[in-house]
């Protein structure tokens, strides 16, 4: 165990020597200085595509939200004019749906003419209107009013039912 400070080593009568070889020999002394200079270098090119990757990404994300913002701009367009389009041929249906043009229309084009009081033929129709609901339907309705558990039990009443 090296203490701080100091130049003892631990378990030994003998100073540590804190000899460096690169302060005494020049040349050594150069090719360290080459050495941390270089080290330098590589982590300034390193931090600079750090920087230039970071900007591409941030400069690929607005590309990104331009693009989808005009395609939202195109589709918005689109739409109206659809919708246009739909107003137009909607009040168009209506002009041909009216019925004096179709009156006008039946009687030029296809020579119909209004029935005559022999070829009119009257046909009873019931007042009263019902509708029948089938016990399925009415049994599903209060199954689900019951909740789960109460369906689930259901569903074990009819499968024993089949079994017995």
Not at 35 to 57: D, E, H, M, P, T
Request: with cysteine; charged share 30%.
């Amino acid at each position: 165990m090296i203490q701080k400070g100091s130049n003892y080593v631990y378990g030994t009568a003998a100073e540590k020597i804190e000899y460096d070889v690169y302060e005494h020999n020049q040349v050594l002394k150069e090719k360290k200085i080459r050495r941390n200079n270089a080290k330098i270098k590589w982590k300034a090119v390193f931090g600079i595509l750090v920087v230039f990757s970071l900007c591409l990404v941030l400069m690929y994300r607005y590309a990104l939200i331009t693009e989808m913002s005009l395609t939202a701009i195109r589709s918005e367009k689109e739409y109206n004019e659809i919708k246009n389009k739909n107003s137009r041929l909607r009040v168009e249906i209506e002009k041909q749906t009216d019925i004096n043009t179709i009156m006008k229309i039946a009687e030029e084009k296809l020579n119909m003419q209004k029935p005559e009081k022999n070829q009119i033929v009257y046909i009873y129709v019931p007042k009263n209107d019902y509708t029948v609901v089938s016990e399925d339907y009415e049994n599903k309705e209060e199954t689900l009013n019951k909740g789960m558990l109460a369906a689930l039990l259901d569903k074990v009443d009819k499968f024993a039912s089949i079994l017995y």
